[in-house]
């Protein structure tokens, strides 16, 4: 085998355990797509809204990682559910390995006796495409001497660009104070090596999530306390906060712990924004508190969603998850 082979293997292979994760979001309450497909269209019924558009941009360690999401999803009463999309760009390495993902979303809604109980069961359907610039890439097989680097073109039996489908599932109970919900993300674990390792798969990822909605309407306080438990392959992490909410002012706090092999005090969440009827937009920052907050820096997260509203009142969990 040449070393250039060789060397590349060896450089993929042992950067799979971090690139084969999905990526994660702190503000994960905004990005209500990404975290269960069955809240899909959900806004119709959790936020009086017929529907909304949301953006994410997520910067970890000062631009190593780099994530954008960009969704849209509307109930339909005629299909007792919702409609939804969504566009995931991953940037790993500084851009040296890039992600994309389109996904397409439905969920069935229905009530449990009283119409403030409310089941919905979503699924996602989705095209994903991975690209790993070689251009970047440089071998001892590539020196000339008294020369330099010269293009010496891809490593044998390598591809650039990989091509797949996914799927997910989940499912969400509802009523005007609680929101509880799980999904499975990854459901068809598609191959992403780029040289053929039939090993290299994006695990299942399974999710569980919790929420509590607090509401004092004459000062017009509220509080939102959720928890989060996702667990992927041989990692697991819980993120345990709340959010405040004081008229058009919200701030929030939040924990997150790792378990398992990488168990370890991961992060504080300190976040802060304006909310109104129509428009969200939230900073997030994640404050390293483990023991390699030297050599990890800490990261920033943004948020914005819209939200059109209804003709007539409908029922409402008080804004649940925004």
């Not at 936020?47 to 949301?54: D, H, I, L, S, Y």
Request: charged residues 15%.
């Amino acid at each position: 085998m040449k070393k250039n082979n060789l060397l590349l293997i060896i450089f993929i292979y042992t950067s799979k355990f971090l690139l084969a994760q999905d990526p994660e979001f702190s503000q994960f309450y905004a990005n209500p797509l990404y975290l269960n497909p069955a809240l899909t269209g959900t806004s119709q019924k959790l936020e009086n809204a017929a529907g909304r558009a949301t953006l994410n941009y997520r910067n970890q360690w000062q631009g190593s990682y780099r994530t954008w999401c960009a969704g849209w999803d509307q109930g339909f009463d005629k299909v007792h559910g919702g409609f939804g999309a969504q566009i995931v760009h991953d940037a790993m390495a500084d851009g040296l390995i890039q992600s994309s993902e389109i996904r397409g979303f439905y969920s069935y809604h229905m009530n449990l006796g009283k119409e403030e109980n409310q089941l919905y069961a979503g699924l996602q359907l989705s095209y994903g495409n991975r690209f790993i610039d070689f251009s970047r890439l440089k071998f001892g097989s590539q020196v000339v001497p008294g020369v330099g680097f010269i293009d010496s073109g891809m490593a044998g039996g390598m591809s650039d660009a990989i091509s797949y489908p996914n799927a997910a599932f989940g499912l969400v109970f509802s009523n005007t104070k609680i929101t509880f919900g799980a999904a499975i993300h990854n459901l068809l674990e598609p191959n992403i090596s780029f040289y053929q390792s039939p090993n290299e798969v994006i695990p299942k990822r399974y999710t569980v999530h919790f929420g509590y909605h607090f509401q004092e309407e004459g000062w017009g306080l509220s509080a939102k306390p959720q928890l989060l438990f996702m667990q992927q392959r041989n990692f697991s992490q819980a993120v345990i906060g709340s959010s405040f909410n004081f008229k058009n002012i919200q701030a929030g706090l939040w924990y997150r712990q790792t378990f398992g092999q990488y168990r370890n005090a991961d992060a504080v969440i300190f976040s802060a924004g304006y909310m109104s009827d129509h428009i969200q937009f939230l900073y997030s920052y994640d404050m390293t508190v483990s023991d390699g907050r030297s050599a990890i820096p800490s990261s920033h997260e943004l948020s914005l969603a819209y939200r059109w509203k209804t003709k007539q009142k409908r029922h409402s969990t008080g804004k649940m998850f925004f």
